[in-house]
């Protein structure tokens, strides 16, 4: 099903079918759903013996109906997804410049790590005596990344960046309430932020203050003094902030809400700009959250676990989540829970194996190669920029660091081509676009995050692209409300998936 506007993609029973229909024969061989798949009795036993004593289970808890569980072999299993797996685009397929996502490449053998049974086969309950070796990874990595970023201690219980942001707020309110500075309720947000600083700062309580940036994208000083006041609980900084820029004056913000009061937040969530060269610790920073789901070596996107640790400096360390693991008499153990601590933020201890990959990765790469990583994302991002400048409109147009942000609004109004139109052709070229309409402060934005695992022939090559598809925008411009052309699903109606997402297959 090709050229239409909207493949059905989504699930929609015996309606939908995702796929082509071959013009010659009218023999439908578009793919199927896996319950469509499905033949009664046929199927895989995967699963072993019970060699435990059966449990009763109590009647509210046995199901009345039967279950409808996809019935095909293993080969049909297997292909069903090998056939899914060509109609996504991943790493593996591309360049994949997805700006504030880092979706760069992970180590294969930092997944070998976290495979490797005495990690992938443990359970939360077992008595600690018998998974020390996992808690010796966890205190590892808390000591390697409290000092990559000049941190005390950090927890690893949220469970992505967002839920780090949350349990740092939650840690600058305790804070406040222990002494009894109650008044303290907002929380400043700089408009070039990531959209889940806000959405964070109001869920963990406060009220959120914006300040402006300045027009080189910098936080102004003096409309942060504006701000500030006895109802400053803190202050939250991206950086380097969503228009890929490194705050120049950092050091005087993180002042102005320290003399005020305040506590300051760092959204390290793209840490891969600055480790191993600058230390939010060391720039006035009192929270700090990390994904190790972006930059230290766990793939994402889909959905799959991720992993938000928080850290913070001496004087929040005894709000943290628990259990805690300390290291007592050559035993690691749990500690006991501190009264001050904000308690749980997640079931167990986080997502574990997401610890063991950020420590493999860590561990070989060493400070130097760390170091390295993030001077090859910062350069990278600005070899692909000097390229485009004056081709592509740039409203930030100093030193970037790992990202930078294109502006398509005067295509948009001469010729009416949108940044949706320029990304969607971008497939054709087998390149995933970049993130766009983020950051909001610019119009019809693209932002393109190279990231360091990419060779100068690649960026060189998307440089050719953008400005092949800026070409074709200008001469053929209805052309590029049709694209993608080549790919298996076209454009899929975003609307109607996310006001009407059909999830479950019905019978
Ligand atoms: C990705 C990102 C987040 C949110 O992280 P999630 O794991 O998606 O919750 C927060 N801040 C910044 C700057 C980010 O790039």
């Known amino acids: 099903m090709r050229g239409g506007p909207d493949p059905c993609w989504h699930f929609h029973g015996d309606l939908c079918r995702i796929g082509a229909i071959p013009e ?9 759903l896996i319950f469509e798949k ?12 019970c060699d435990v004593p059966v449990a009763a289970v109590g009647n509210k808890f046995i199901r009345n109906s039967e279950i409808h569980l996809p019935e095909v072999s293993e080969t049909e299993l297997s292909r069903h997804y090998t056939e899914l797996m060509k109609r996504t685009f991943g790493v593996n397929d591309g360049f994949y410049p997805l700006g504030s996502c880092t979706m760069k490449y992970n180590p294969k053998v930092n997944d070998e790590v976290a495979g490797l049974p005495g990690f992938a086969e443990i359970h939360p309950l077992q008595p600690v005596g018998t998974v020390q070796g996992c808690l010796e990874v966890m205190k590892l990595a808390e000591e390697y990344l409290c000092e990559i970023t000049g941190m005390e201690a950090m927890d690893f219980q949220p469970a992505a960046g967002a839920h780090g942001e949350f349990t740092g707020l939650k840690l600058i309110a305790a804070y406040h309430k222990e002494r009894k500075d109650t008044k303290r309720t907002k929380i400043i947000v700089p408009d070039s932020a990531h959209g889940t600083n806000p959405a964070s700062a109001a869920m963990s309580g406060f009220s959120v203050v914006n300040v402006a940036s300045t027009k080189e994208g910098y936080v102004d000083p003096e409309e942060l003094r504006k701000v500030v006041g006895e109802d400053t609980a803190g202050f939250m900084l991206t950086n380097p902030n969503t228009v890929g820029m490194f705050d120049e004056n950092i050091l005087e913000l993180t002042k102005i809400i320290h003399d005020a009061g305040g506590l300051n937040y760092y959204d390290g969530a793209n840490l891969n700009a600055i480790m191993g060269l ?10 700090v959250h990390l994904n190790l789901h972006k930059t230290f070596s766990t793939p994402h996107g889909g959905g799959g676990p991720g992993s938000g640790p928080v850290g913070c400096k001496e004087r929040l360390v005894r709000y943290l989540p628990t259990p805690r693991i300390i290291l007592k008499d050559g035993r690691y153990e749990f500690a006991e829970k501190p009264l001050e601590s904000i308690g749980r933020v997640k079931a167990f201890y986080g997502n574990f194996r997401v610890v063991v990959r950020a420590l493999a990765y860590i561990l ?16 990278n991002a600005n070899y692909m920029m000097q390229k485009l400048q004056g081709i592509f409109d740039m409203p930030f147009s100093g030193h970037c660091m790992h990202e930078f942000v294109i502006s398509l609004e005067q295509l948009k109004q001469e010729k009416g081509v949108s940044a949706l139109d320029f990304a969607k052709t971008l497939l ?3 390149m995933h676009p970049p993130t766009m309409y983020f950051p909001l402060i610019v119009h019809e934005a693209l932002m393109v995050e190279p990231t360091e695992t990419e060779t100068k022939e690649n960026l060189e090559l998307a440089v050719e692209v953008y400005k092949a598809v800026l070409e074709q925008a200008r001469k053929e411009p209805e052309m590029l409300h049709q694209s993608p052309a080549k790919t298996v699903i076209g454009r899929p109606d975003e609307v109607m998936a996310a006001r009407n997402p059909v999830l479950r297959y019905q019978f």
């Open 24 to 32: 010659v024969t009218g023999m439908d061989m578009s793919m199927k």
């Open 38 to 49: 499905s033949i009664a009795g046929r199927g895989c036993d995967l699963l072993p013996e």
């Open 278 to 287: 600058v230390r939010p610790g060391d720039m006035g920073f009192d929270v």
């Open 364 to 379: 070989t790469l060493g400070g130097e190669g760390l170091r390295n990583a993030s001077e090859n994302a910062v350069l």
């Open 428 to 430: 054709d070229y087998g």
